[in-house]
């Protein structure tokens, strides 16, 4: 007797229901048509590379998931190298551009929408698997701001186009103003870090304390991120602060960013300064984003990014400048079902679903689907010779929000949006 | 010193240029939207499952992936189980209607696109990873042929929309009719899979040999399956052909899904009843296709399928029918590029680029990029600091067949379509 398989997806790996899975694939959509709406082309790589790039670039060797064969047999498997699945898009991205630097149109805007995989602990609202959307503008030596300002505006493009109920707001900042800051007050360079991971984690632990310093450093460095007010307002009080250099170029390139925001016409309520963005990872060198949904900062940033200066050059030895921001999808759909912030009543996109009254119809309802279908609605035809209830619990169950019933001599309507029920029967 | 790193891909792990992603992004959006508008939804399932699941359905273990650690630490990693990437679509699809066989409404219309992976020996044309374009329709009981003729719609649907200029032909047969024919000649049915295996090589290796049967037999069955004519001369002559129960089966369903082609309307130059097309696998049962591109037939078949009985019987003990197709995109695509059938020249989707004298002129640019874009336009605004030339050079790269020069006092216009010159400087 064979043992029961045990046919459960493996911890970590999240499934999710197609009543869900269709809000998960209109996310995809839309947030892709607005990366190629503003000049990104969708650029997918192997999912695998080898496992040496993957650590060289930082990645978490204990986390690093790696190809095996479940039988090895050596005349097939001649491959040497131990290929990794790759745990960002970033990493990868890097990788293309050194493998391909001489034929790439710079700069290169690239966007990418698919599956990464960290073996983390797996718990509640953290996967193993999860899709990340990501851009990134990669330039071959100077990079414009523009390209900061135009991330924001992609991401109130975005924010606006999926959840236009819902307020949001881009919080901005510039790593140079917070190092050039830390710099003035004669901090160890080799402590920036530890002191940006500080500032990273004041929202969560807003009485976490610093080691290793003065008290009185960490309330200058709170009163100084706590520093609010209008864009213009905050931009004219960081002018006094300090005539460090490093401080004051952060302040000119956050300076100008607003006003390119002003030229792209990002609505003031759309986004802010905010000193305490730091983002926590080391890359990061000049503008940091984070965006949160107002009355749901729970769920953290829903997109986060920033500029960097140094992409490709563990690969390839030379230094690239890029800015690039991540969508972590999964992760924050996850928990906008779980709050049930978002409706998952409908499975499909059908807008319509024709039932007959006797599967001898079939031939009429299919005519009736196709010729609805060339008016431009989303039809599906019941197909199946069962009686009438069965096929009213199943349009019921999939959400579909119109029935048309072929009769022997009638046709009958039934529509949830009595306007759409009065288009319909003027079509049929 | 740092030994130097591989950057390359890994063997069988293929990477597309930024111009043959954009053919195929475009390509999986067609077959999205096609799937979609005839009721399917997109179910996306994990990358991972349990070994001993895919095992169970077949899976070839020297050709399974599965994960382990790039290093191990006992506290992080407790998962005892084996985790597989999957191969193909099916088992995947087998293990969700397993695991949500209550939830789901039946018939079940699912579609999935992305990446599944064989640890095959990679060798030109055949990768590790590949994409692949699966829909299916699965049944709690039984599932009425309409799916099937529904299967050939898609199909034409997807060609036509995709390779306008290309001729294509869907070839349909009904294994019922070959098995029927097996064993009107009282072939043992436990030679059945080596007779349709036989049939299934005949285009490759017309020379081939049909060991262990007489070779009488063998050209019974060539003459059977060289049996030609339009559908409805190849469906009259087989009426005569036998009498077995199993044969008849399967001509009455080859009848009905002819007569539902026409019912949808699916014109007749796009599909044909070929008896030489058996498909290897041993889980179909009844209608089956293939797709050639006609005159590049060494292809093979671009998009094959059909109807089986028993989509999860290993996991749930109860037989499932379904019918389903599948379009092995990276595969296919790759030939495609290789043959040069189709046009990689552009890059992005952009139909206009802006282009600046002056990077003082930027905020004009902008602008003017907005409202384009506003009127439907598809438009880049080179937003770098560069001298003209420079900034022709990347709109070449990119392929981009529309120019809009900003200068300080005009603003010139330069395209390849006249046509569109004129429609933008009415806009600009």
Redesign the interface.
């Known amino acids: 007797m064979?043992a029961k398989?045990?046919?459960?997806?493996?911890?970590g790996?999240?499934?999710?229901?197609?009543a869900e899975?269709?809000v998960?694939?209109h996310w995809k959509k839309t947030i892709a048509e607005i990366f190629?709406?503003n000049?990104?082309?969708?650029?997918?790589?192997?999912?695998?590379?080898?496992?040496?790039?993957?650590?060289?670039k930082g990645?978490n060797?204990?986390?690093?998931?790696?190809?095996?064969?479940?039988?090895?047999?050596e005349a097939?498997?001649q491959?040497k190298?131990?290929?990794?699945?790759r745990f960002d898009h970033t990493v990868p991205l890097a990788?293309?551009v050194?493998?391909?630097f001489n034929?790439?149109?710079?700069?290169f805007?690239r966007s990418v929408i698919g599956?990464v995989?960290r073996?983390?602990?797996a718990q509640k609202g953290r996967f193993r698997?999860f899709d990340q959307c990501d851009i990134d503008v990669i330039?071959s030596e100077?990079?414009?701001l523009?390209?900061d300002a135009?991330m924001v505006a992609i991401i109130a493009q975005i924010f606006e186009k999926l959840m236009p109920e819902q307020k949001f707001v881009i919080r901005i900042n510039n790593r140079k103003i917070l190092t050039g800051f830390f710099a003035a007050f004669n901090a160890d360079p080799a402590e920036f870090k530890k002191l940006l991971e500080f500032l990273d984690n004041l929202e969560k632990n807003p009485n976490a304390k610093l080691e290793g310093h003065p008290i009185e450093f960490q309330e200058r460095i709170l009163e100084f991120v706590e520093t609010t007010g209008t864009p213009d307002e905050i931009l004219d009080t960081l002018k006094a602060f300090s005539d460090h250099p490093e401080f004051i170029e952060g302040l000119e390139e956050l300076t100008k960013v607003v006003k390119?925001l002003r030229?792209?016409?990002v609505p003031d309520n759309q986004w802010l300064i905010d000193l305490r963005i730091a983002r926590g990872l080391d890359y990061y060198t000049g503008t940091v984003y984070e965006t949160n949904l107002v009355g749901y900062e729970n769920l953290g940033s829903v997109c986060s990014g920033g500029r960097y200066d140094d992409l490709a050059k563990?690969?390839?030895g030379k230094n690239l400048p890029g800015v690039g921001i991540s969508i972590g999808l999964t992760r924050s759909l996850w928990q906008l079902f779980e709050d049930k912030l978002i409706d998952t009543k409908r499975?499909?996109?059908?807008d319509v679903i024709i039932l007959s009254r006797d599967?001898s119809l079939?031939?009429s309802s299919?005519?009736l689907g196709?010729e609805l279908?060339s008016k431009g609605i989303?039809?599906?035809?019941y197909?199946?010779?069962k009686k009438i209830q069965k096929q009213f619990d199943?349009a019921k169950?999939?959400g579909i929000p119109c029935h048309i019933i072929v009769g022997e001599n009638d046709t009958q309507v039934e529509c949830d949006n009595l306007e759409f029920k009065m288009q319909i029967e003027n079509l049929i």
């Open positions: 064979m398989l045990n046919t459960s997806t493996p911890s790996f999240p499934e999710f229901s197609p899975q269709r998960i694939q190629e709406a000049g990104f082309s969708m650029l997918e790589t192997p999912l695998v590379e080898r496992a040496e790039n993957f650590e060289a990645g060797a204990k986390e690093i998931y790696v190809l095996d064969r479940l039988r090895r047999e097939v498997d491959d190298d131990i290929r990794a699945i990788l293309y050194a493998r391909h034929e790439i149109a710079f700069p805007r599956p995989m073996g983390e602990r698997q330039g100077k990079l414009s523009a390209n135009q390119l030229t792209m016409k563990v690969f390839m499975v499909n996109n059908s599967n079939l031939a299919l005519q196709k279908r989303s039809v599906e035809v197909m199946e010779d199943y169950k999939m």
